[in-house]
């Protein structure tokens, strides 16, 4: 069995931003007559003042996730999504601030929605356990809730509270938790920053591969993607491997150790079975930097 390890756990806030944050709390029972909660189930909303907290939005669930985001529930969906409760700051003038906070079955699943939205070249903060912030929104994952605070303005002082409702809401939704123990098994070497993916089905394209985690890397000139699976059994990583090579019409031996499949939709993959695990390579022209990485990332998960 693969032993995990422990992992270890908007710097400028101009004048205006922090009168505001003044006003945003998550109340105790002695700042009730200031600062109120809005809750729906777990979820927890700071109201803010100068700012109407309005909650006129339904709880969406898997049967009518559609109907807020159409085409993309599927793909929500497919990351155990439970439900979405979805508050709105609104200020005189007309500018609506929204909180969309998604509750996922479990922290792997939020992250693996978020990982497949962002991309490694926005502006990383410390929101929750990980987030960015780009002009008028902010992303960010705490726990299983993949939240989402959105403005209808660009204008620059709206722009700034943005950050500080987006710290608020994931104050609110308590301690942030860890970022998926299985990406501490990716090396840093080459590593490229927030590029992790969890694939929570269909990897590659393939029915027979789910709850894949990923990461992009490069090497010199080489640019390439590893991969691990972590399943509950040595059998189950056995059927992937039978599975994938009656998709390409090898013959081979299903043991333990080295395999090299040739995929005729993804190239030729590099894969290693270990006791419950997989891990690989693809996209390397260098089968020799391929070999590198994938002994190095098994020194890391059975040191």
């Known amino acids: 069995m693969i032993k995990f390890k422990t992992s270890p756990g908007y710097t400028r806030i101009l004048i205006l931003a922090a009168f505001f944050a003044s006003a945003i709390l998550c109340a105790g029972p002695a700042d009730q007559a200031e600062v109120k909660k809005e809750t729906a189930g777990e979820i927890v909303f700071p109201e803010i003042k100068g700012w109407k907290l309005v909650r006129d939005y339904p709880v969406y669930y ?27 700051y609104v200020h005189e003038d007309g500018t609506i601030i929204k909180a969309e906070v998604y ?10 929605i978020y990982s497949m939205e962002r991309s490694p070249e926005y502006h990383f903060q410390e929101f929750g356990i990980q987030g960015y912030a780009e002009p008028s929104l902010v992303h960010f994952i705490t726990r299983n809730y993949y939240v989402k605070v959105t403005t209808n303005s660009s204008g620059e002082e709206i722009g700034e509270f943005v950050p500080l409702v987006a710290r608020k809401v994931a104050e609110c939704l308590g301690d942030p938790g860890p970022l998926p123990e ?122």
């Open 103 to 112: 509750n996922h079955n479990a922290p792997e699943y939020a992250f693996g």
């Open 182 to 303: 299985s990406l501490e098994f990716f090396p840093e070497t080459g590593k490229v920053a927030h590029s992790e993916k969890f694939i929570a089905d269909n990897f590659l394209g393939h029915d027979f591969m789910h709850r894949v985690f990923t990461t992009d890397y490069k090497a010199g000139d080489e640019e390439f993607i590893l991969f691990l699976m972590h399943k509950d059994s040595p059998e189950e990583c056995m059927k992937i491997l039978e599975s994938y090579y009656k998709f390409t019409g090898q013959n081979a031996r299903i043991e333990e150790g080295t395999h090299t499949i040739n995929d005729r939709y993804n190239g030729t993959i590099y894969m290693i079975w270990e006791k419950t695990n997989i891990w690989g390579v693809m996209n390397v022209k260098n089968p020799g930097t391929g070999k590198k990485f994938l002994d190095l990332m098994e020194t890391i998960i059975y040191p």
């Open 62 to 88: 898997p049967d009518n996730l559609w109907d807020y985001i159409n085409g993309a529930a599927d793909a929500y969906l497919s990351y155990l999504f439970i439900d979405l409760h979805i508050a709105e």
